[in-house]
């Protein structure tokens, strides 16, 4: 679980999650277990009330330093978070990707202080009021 005493007292911030999914080396979208996660991963808003706004998608670029699937996932705040994060449906996409991929996480609040958002990203500057 996500918690961060600074924040402690303050509004809900929105939040930008972000995973990038690299397969392990025997795996490709040629195989059927990434398929299924695939279609396990889009379907999260479909069952998990607290996602705000979805994205996913393959790489289309062929390089060595590029991940093979990305999830961009938008909450209201760290408790919405943290309520995905545990949720059955996730944890069963989890599961999925755990044998096939690995990959980092990211997870940004969208109106600190340490994040710039410009050019057509800069309609995110709204979001926070928007939900």
């Known amino acids: 679980m996500i918690h961060d ?3 402690e007292g303050k509004p ?3 939040l930008m999650h972000i ?3 690299t397969f392990r080396e025997r795996w490709s979208w040629a195989s059927l277990d990434a398929i299924d996660a695939e279609r ?4 999260h808003p479909h069952h998990i009330d607290e996602i705000k706004g979805w994205i996913c998608g393959r790489n289309i670029t ?3 330093i590029a991940a093979d699937f990305v999830v961009i996932g938008l909450f209201e705040n760290r ?3 943290n309520a995905y994060i545990i949720h059955p449906d996730h944890q069963n996409g989890v599961i999925k990707w755990k ?3 690995d990959w980092p996480v990211v997870d940004i609040e969208l109106s600190g202080d340490v ?3 410009s050019g057509l990203l800069s309609v995110l500057n709204d979001l926070n009021s928007a939900c």
């Open 5 to 7: 005493k600074r924040h």
């Open 40 to 43: 396990s991963t889009r379907v």
């Open 79 to 81: 408790e919405d978070l």
């Open 19 to 21: 995973i990038l999914f």
């Open 62 to 64: 062929k390089r060595d």
């Open 115 to 117: 994040t710039l958002k």
């Open 12 to 14: 809900n911030r929105m």
């Open 99 to 101: 044998s096939i991929a």
